[in-house]
């Protein structure tokens, strides 16, 4: 049913409450029940571009990497049925790190509920487990207050993944002019910052100052917060070393010399390893202390001394007896700790622990970063080094590319160049969210690193690439086989190989298809070439690698190391 005639139905008034929360690009797949929200998207002038993929999933991987390189919240839609299926892995995955994320999706109209309707879904209930707030809206009336509290709810507090549901006859109906308004400080994240209370400050300055050897470990929430400066300031005044998760990295710059780098049982090495354990206190900030970052409990141990900051009360104090808690956002909450702690910066135990470390790390590094055929990672690593710019943008799939990202690759200055996808480590992620980098850092350079094997799971990704005529590059790591799996079971099950190896594939001719820039390297010492060539190219680029398996490596993962 028509809306009359100057009053906005409630696809219009979607697009206009976006425009107030100052979102700039929405990216989505078309579908039956999305058709209203399309037709306001065409006529209405709103400024928002609206970047069509190839799969939900994708979207949301899109929108996923979009927001935690511009800070501004992501937006990703698609239409009922199976389009909402696919789109969880991106919720989850954006919500579990804790990344601003609106996911709307249209669904079958209310009046066709419990009438065998064709893509007919409990969308409120399949989303209810993956994020953190969710609703399908039940008539236009009352779409500008859900759409406030979406904002609200993603934004605030820890951020996190919202979804919401709009039926096709919501689209449709009527919506009152004057709800159609918004707080547009809630289009960036994270907004309405809180810092800890002062008495728990000064329980952990005491426990900082008390401490001989302090350490720092910092996951993404400084990242998020934008506290590289406070950060690096409180290990100066500590003289503390600074130990990252892999989502982490680029809260310090590498170069920094309290700079250790990522620990952890992926992406962390046996120096690495020492330092957290020699710390007889170690000061977590926005860090969950989950299995990855701390090798499943072990590193640190339960004797060490534990001070934790965090924006979420529900992780402090789960996984570790914890001295002092600060509950707030990470910039005031270390902003707060300096104010408090005596001025002067100690000399501390940081820099030697940390000089020694990398030093031992970079040789065995660079011995590695060989000449040897099939081409080794540390290789790849340390040819992208050179080929990329200090301020380019790496999207990094799970498998081979993140161990080795993470642990050796060096950023020259603090904030997030590198994005992992480490919540739950699905693949198919570089792919889709290279796009999402493009457009929330335009002008600079965006690669994708992944395997082969996550090539496989988002490949139609590379027409909407093409389409756009996105000047990225991406870079597969062609070892046929789920290399991941491949060197679990080589190490942990004597080489009991079971279902892991794929047919190689010749990626640059599929990318070629699709109109790109393409090279296939399989002499390392072709390789930089290659990639400053790919880099270099205003069209679209992929350079396939032909690599040696992860399970032959040194991989710096703990569980694998002798």
């Known amino acids: 049913m028509a809306t009359p005639a100057n009053t906005p139905n409630g696809a219009e008034a979607l697009v206009r409450l976006l425009q107030h929360y100052g979102v700039r690009h929405v990216f989505g797949l078309c579908g039956d029940t999305s058709l209203p929200l399309y037709d306001a998207l065409h006529r209405l002038d709103h400024g928002i571009e609206h970047i069509l993929c190839r799969d939900e999933r994708s979207a949301a991987y899109m929108a996923d990497v979009y927001a935690r390189l511009s800070g501004r919240v992501g937006v990703c839609e698609g239409p009922s049925g199976g389009g909402v299926t696919y789109m969880l892995p991106g919720i989850v995955e954006a919500h579990?790190?804790?990344?601003?994320?609106?996911?709307?999706?249209?669904?079958?109209?209310?009046?066709?509920?419990?009438?065998?309707?064709?893509?007919?879904?409990?969308?409120?209930?399949?989303?209810?487990?993956?994020?953190?707030?969710?609703?399908?809206?039940?008539?236009?009336?009352?779409?500008?207050?859900?759409?406030?509290?979406?904002?609200?709810?993603?934004?605030?507090?820890?951020?996190?993944?919202?979804?919401?549901?709009?039926?096709?006859?919501?689209?449709?109906?009527?919506?009152?002019?004057?709800?159609?308004?918004?707080?547009?400080?809630?289009?960036?994240?994270?907004?309405?910052?809180?810092?800890?209370?002062?008495?728990?400050?000064?329980?952990?300055?005491?426990?900082?100052?008390?401490?001989?050897?302090?350490?720092?470990?910092?996951?993404?929430?400084?990242?998020?917060?934008?506290?590289?400066?406070?950060?690096?300031?409180?290990?100066?005044?500590?003289?503390?070393?600074?130990?990252?998760?892999?989502?982490?990295?680029?809260?310090?710059?590498?170069?920094?010399?309290l700079a250790l780098g990522v620990a952890g049982s992926n992406g962390g090495v046996q120096e690495t390893r020492e330092v957290v354990q020699a710390a007889d206190l170690v000061l977590f900030v926005g860090c969950r202390a989950g299995s990855v970052t701390t090798e499943k409990w072990r590193v640190p141990g339960p004797d060490q001394r534990i001070v934790h900051i965090d924006a979420d009360p529900a992780v402090i104090g789960i996984n570790y007896r914890t001295e002092a808690a600060l509950v707030g956002d990470a910039k005031p909450a270390l902003a707060a700790l300096l104010a408090e702690l005596p001025d002067g910066d100690r000399e501390g135990w940081g820099s030697a622990a940390v000089s020694s470390a990398k030093a031992q790390k970079f040789a065995r590094f660079e011995r590695y970063a060989s000449d040897e055929v099939p081409i080794r990672p540390e290789r790849l690593i340390a040819e992208?080094?050179?080929?990329?710019?200090?301020?380019?943008?790496?999207?990094?799939?799970?498998?081979?590319?993140?161990?080795?990202?993470?642990?050796?690759?060096?950023?020259?200055?603090?904030?997030?160049?590198?994005?992992?996808?480490?919540?739950?480590?699905?693949?198919?992620?570089?792919?889709?969210?290279?796009?999402?980098?493009?457009?929330?850092?335009?002008?600079?350079?965006?690669?994708?690193?992944?395997?082969?094997?996550?090539?496989?799971?988002?490949?139609?990704?590379?027409?909407?690439?093409a389409r756009l005529g996105l000047p990225v590059t991406v870079v597969v790591v062609n070892n046929g086989t789920f290399g991941w799996i491949k060197a679990g079971q080589h190490h942990q099950y004597q080489g009991r190989y079971q279902s892991v190896d794929f047919s190689p594939g010749d990626h640059a001719a599929v990318a070629a298809a699709y109109g790109f820039d393409t090279w296939r390297v399989e002499d390392p010492n072709e390789l930089g070439a290659a990639l400053s060539a790919a880099v270099a190219s205003s069209r679209p680029a992929l350079v396939d690698v032909v690599c040696r398996p992860l399970h032959e490596t040194e991989a710096p993962v703990s569980e694998w190391i002798a």
């Open 96 to 257: 579990e790190s804790c990344v601003a994320l609106l996911a709307i999706t249209s669904d079958i109209a209310v009046s066709s509920r419990d009438r065998h309707a064709l893509t007919a879904l409990d969308q409120e209930a399949l989303m209810r487990p993956v994020a953190k707030w969710n609703r399908v809206i039940e008539s236009s009336e009352r779409l500008p207050l859900i759409l406030r509290n979406a904002f609200a709810r993603l934004a605030t507090g820890t951020p996190g993944a919202v979804h919401l549901g709009l039926p096709i006859d919501v689209q449709n109906g009527a919506v009152d002019e004057t709800e159609i308004w918004g707080d547009a400080t809630l289009g960036r994240f994270p907004a309405r910052r809180v810092g800890p209370e002062a008495e728990a400050v000064a329980m952990a300055a005491a426990a900082l100052q008390s401490a001989e050897r302090p350490l720092l470990f910092a996951g993404g929430g400084p990242l998020f917060a934008g506290a590289e400066a406070e950060l690096e300031a409180l290990a100066e005044r500590l003289g503390a070393p600074v130990a990252t998760t892999v989502s982490g990295h680029g809260v310090i710059a590498d170069d920094h010399p």
């Open 384 to 465: 992208l080094q050179a080929a990329l710019p200090g301020d380019a943008v790496i999207v990094a799939d799970p498998g081979t590319p993140t161990p080795f990202l993470s642990a050796y690759y060096r950023l020259d200055r603090p904030g997030r160049h590198l994005v992992f996808n480490r919540a739950h480590g699905a693949l198919g992620y570089a792919l889709p969210g290279v796009v999402g980098a493009h457009f929330a850092r335009p002008g600079k350079v965006c690669v994708a690193v992944m395997g082969d094997g996550g090539f496989g799971f988002a490949s139609g990704e590379l027409e909407t690439i």
